[in-house]
């Protein structure tokens, strides 16, 4: 069946450091890939998405690139802030038309000024 | 725009109680979602309707685990009789277009099981 795999958390980061929250996936098909973020005391929400191969989704700072050879969809920031404190989420939806969500186990990051 | 509304919060009960948890979608959204959240592990689906119809409960426990949409609105997910292991955070999330793979999760209801 579909599974997601990300690093192990927590993470502590300095602000302005780089971020790389590593995820790979298994599944059948060509699935779409999503990062949903959960912020302290809030619901989760999509922070981006890319539904094929070599596509780039982009948020707020935070990218990820869809790479099929490797199955991988690793978040990456160039300068984090302490604003960016949460649980990340990665997940695949390979149902065509129908978006059930495999999520992975969340990777809390805290930024510290 | 009001997001998607969860009640209760928290709530606490002792094993081979029961529970039940509401939720309302955004207005118009057609598809809602019940997920399990079990600590220290992602959202897990229960259940999905469309309308009022259900998508999929191939992961819902049956035997303790119900839930419904009778006008194709707002949904209820109850458990009778509670485990120990249904400690969870239960999470209703809706959807206007599966096209887009974007679901707005509600807060979420956490419940403990003694």
């Known amino acids: 069946g579909d599974s997601v795999t990300q690093m192990e958390g927590p993470v502590t980061l300095s602000e302005e450091a780089f971020l790389t929250i590593n995820c790979t996936y298994t599944?059948?098909?060509?699935?779409?890939l999503f990062w949903y973020v959960q912020y302290p005391g809030e619901g989760l929400q999509l922070l981006l998405k890319?539904?094929?191969?070599?596509d780039k989704g982009s948020n707020k700072g935070f990218e990820a690139t869809y790479r099929k050879e490797t199955t991988s969809f690793h978040l990456e920031k160039g300068s984090v802030q302490v604003s960016d404190s949460a649980v990340y989420f990665c997940?695949?939806?390979?149902?065509?038309?129908?978006?059930?969500?495999?999520f992975g186990k969340g990777t809390k990051l805290s930024v510290i000024p | 725009e009001a997001g998607v509304a969860q009640s209760p919060r928290y709530k606490i009960i002792e094993k081979r109680q029961s529970v039940a948890f509401w939720c309302n979608p955004i207005?118009?959204?057609?598809?809602l979602y019940w997920y399990q959240q079990i600590l220290g592990q992602g959202p897990k689906l229960l259940i999905q309707?469309?309308?009022?119809?259900?998508?999929?409960d191939s992961q819902l426990p049956k035997d303790r685990f119900s839930a419904e949409r009778l006008k194709g609105v707002d949904s209820t997910l109850k458990i009778q009789p509670a485990k120990l292991e249904d400690s969870a955070v239960y999470l209703c999330?809706?959807?206007?277009?599966?096209?887009?793979?974007?679901?707005?999760f509600g807060e979420g209801s956490r419940l403990t099981v003694l």
């Open positions: 997940a695949l939806s390979s149902g065509a038309g129908s978006y059930q969500l495999t």
């Open positions: 599944a059948t098909g060509y699935p779409s």
């Open positions: 999330a809706s959807s206007l277009d599966t096209a887009t793979g974007e679901l707005f």
């Open positions: 890319a539904t094929k191969a070599d």
């Open positions: 309707f469309q309308n009022n119809g259900v998508v999929d």
């Open positions: 207005s118009g959204h057609a598809t």
